[in-house]
């Protein structure tokens, strides 16, 4: 699969909704699992919203309630939904898919997913 591109992001104020888009290009098929994760400055890469193979989401505590994470049927397009933004959600938001296989694997962990893209900028100012 080639470089997922992110778009949607910008500079919002607490309590605002932004929708992000990821799309994939290649053949990403039924095997595949998907999801967002976000990273700050100085912060590690963390899952934020995940998708697994058979339709499962996945959703990080931090953003229960808020953030909704959605495909289109062909699987080539991948969205993430936030509202009621806060200040804490700033970071870069990527998106990524792969084929997952570990057992036990967990389609939140960053460490799963290979192919990532450029990222798109969250600002939440309060």
């Known amino acids: 699969q080639g470089q997922p591109k992110e778009s949607g992001g910008g500079e919002v104020q607490a309590g605002a909704s932004l929708r992000l888009s990821c799309a994939f290009s290649?053949?990403?098929?039924?095997?595949?699992?998907m999801g967002w994760f976000r990273q700050s400055p100085g912060k590690e890469r963390v899952g934020v919203a995940a998708i697994d193979r058979d339709g499962t989401t996945k959703l990080a505590d931090a953003v229960k309630g808020r953030f909704t994470i959605s495909r289109d049927n062909t699987r080539t397009t991948l969205y993430l939904q936030m509202n009621n933004l806060k200040p804490e959600d700033t970071a870069k938001y990527y998106c990524?898919?792969?084929?997952?296989?570990?057992?036990?694997?967990?389609?939140?962990?960053?460490?799963?997913?290979?192919?990532w893209g450029q990222g798109t900028q969250v600002t939440v100012s309060s």
């Open positions: 990524s898919a792969d084929v997952l296989r570990g057992v036990g694997y967990d389609i939140l962990d960053p460490f799963e997913y290979n192919v």
């Open positions: 290649g053949n990403i098929d039924s095997r595949y699992s």
